[in-house]
């Protein structure tokens, strides 16, 4: 049996669930929802580190699933993804029994 792989799509869904894979980044992805989400809030809610904070949001908007907007001093983050927020929902389905 003969298999081809798209290595390149591949990757991008690796990097892509990988970006997923961590408590605090799911942490952060159920905070921002649907709305705009300032960095600062975002730490003063987990109560980590702005430093630690902007990490995860960097790996979330490496692989596509953020993007950030500049105002002023203040950097805020949304979801572009579409789907993502779903997909999150059917993982919890998935696992609950």
Avoid: W
């Amino acid at each position: 049996m003969e298999v081809k792989f798209d290595e390149d799509y591949l990757e991008e869904k690796a990097e892509f669930i990988h970006a997923l894979a961590n408590p605090i980044r799911l942490k952060i992805l159920q905070i921002i929802g649907k709305e705009k989400v300032c960095v600062n809030d975002i730490s003063k809610i987990l109560k980590i580190r702005q430093p630690n904070i902007s990490q995860h949001l960097n790996i979330l908007r490496n692989s596509g699933i953020l993007k950030k907007k500049r105002e002023g001093k203040t950097i805020c983050y949304t979801i572009i993804r579409p789907g993502v927020m779903e997909l999150l929902d059917d993982i919890d389905k998935i696992l609950k029994k």
